[in-house]
């Protein structure tokens, strides 16, 4: 099921705050509320929990709710949130104005409850097709893990969350490849070839936690990146190479085996402020000497 669409609602209101509230949980969506422009930007910056429709409320103290719209559109997001403008100020000129600093919609007070629940719906929907999009521009069709794009997204994540950590701790990032993967597809036909793509990325994916990052790097080349220091990333390898070549990949009456290398560079604190393209580069070189030296197996 959908997770709960979050809902703030700003407002220097008590009364409209209750009132516009209580419509947003009508509408079964999850809501935050901000009595001023500064706590409401307080929220939006929080990374737990981001608000996905603003419900912004135009006169209000220190900052309206214009400005604190135009705040809102210079922000970074990955889903840009719906913003609902709501105000008693409703000329022509001011409903321009607020579309054309960034609202999505405009609505005058006092607000009717069942249209509003409507256009918080019609926001909702905005929402998930931004979802949806996001989703299918950082996935991989064949196997639903992460595609290369994603990936480079997602270790960056991971370095600057390693930088922040008080504690010392080391990542890892591996690049591995199937071996003689091109005399599956010429001697059991491309359909084998994409089994044992999906196949290898399940045994991949259950190797590492849900945390840590998966991904189809390349044709037969993946990513991955976990939380681990050189002993303890050693045995994970292991595990990984033995997942990957002890059971047999089948396909109808078609049953064979297959072996991978992997490339593993392991991230310092110290390390992180390095471009995230330097330590593929090094895991890949790493990979290309497991290569040369027999392949099935790894290097750290
Ligand atoms: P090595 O051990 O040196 O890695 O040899 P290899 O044969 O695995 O490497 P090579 O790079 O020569 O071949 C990779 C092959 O992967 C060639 C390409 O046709 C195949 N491939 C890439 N993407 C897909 C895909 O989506 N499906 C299938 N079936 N094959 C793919
Ligand atoms: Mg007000
Ligand atoms: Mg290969
Ligand atoms: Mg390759």
């Not at 516009?20 to 999850?30: D, L, Y």
């Not at 085996?257 to 992997?262: H, K, P």
């Not at 390390?271 to 750290?300: C, M, P």
């Amino acid at each position: 099921m959908d997770k709960k669409m979050q809902v703030l609602v700003v407002d220097d209101n008590e009364i409209d705050c209750l009132t516009t509230g209580s419509f947003v949980e009508k509408a079964n969506m999850n809501l935050l509320v901000a009595n001023d422009p500064y706590s409401a930007l307080e929220i939006i910056a929080n990374q737990e929990i981001t608000p996905e429709i603003i419900v912004v409320d135009w006169i209000m103290p220190k900052m309206n709710g214009l400005e604190l719209c135009q705040k809102i559109r210079e922000l970074k997001f990955t889903i840009t949130p719906y913003i609902i403008m709501v105000t008693s100020n409703s000329l022509g000129e001011n409903e321009q104005n607020a579309l054309d600093v960034g609202a999505d919609d405009f609505i005058e007070k006092p607000i009717h409850g069942a249209i509003f629940i409507s256009r918080l719906r019609v926001g909702a929907r905005i929402i998930n097709l931004q979802k949806k999009l996001l989703s299918l521009a950082h996935t991989d069709e064949l196997t639903g893990l992460l595609n290369r794009r994603a990936a480079i997204d997602a270790c960056k994540t991971h370095l600057s969350r390693l930088a922040r950590t008080e504690v010392p701790l080391s990542h890892c990032l591996i690049i591995s490849d199937i071996d003689f993967f091109k005399k599956i597809n010429d001697t059991y036909g491309h359909e084998m070839g994409d089994r044992v793509l999906v196949d290898v990325s399940k045994r991949l994916r259950n190797s590492l936690r849900p945390f840590e990052t998966v991904a189809r790097f390349g044709g037969e080349e993946f990513l991955l990146y976990c939380e681990a220091n050189e002993k303890e990333i050693k045995l994970i390898l292991e595990r990984m190479r033995k997942a990957i070549c002890t059971d047999p990949y089948t396909l109808n009456d078609v049953s064979l085996n297959l072996t991978m290398s992997f490339g593993c560079v392991v991230i310092k604190q110290n390390d992180t402020h390095h471009d995230i393209n330097e330590f593929i580069k090094t895991a890949d070189s790493l990979l290309y000497e497991v290569k040369n030296a027999g392949r099935d197996n790894f290097k750290v």
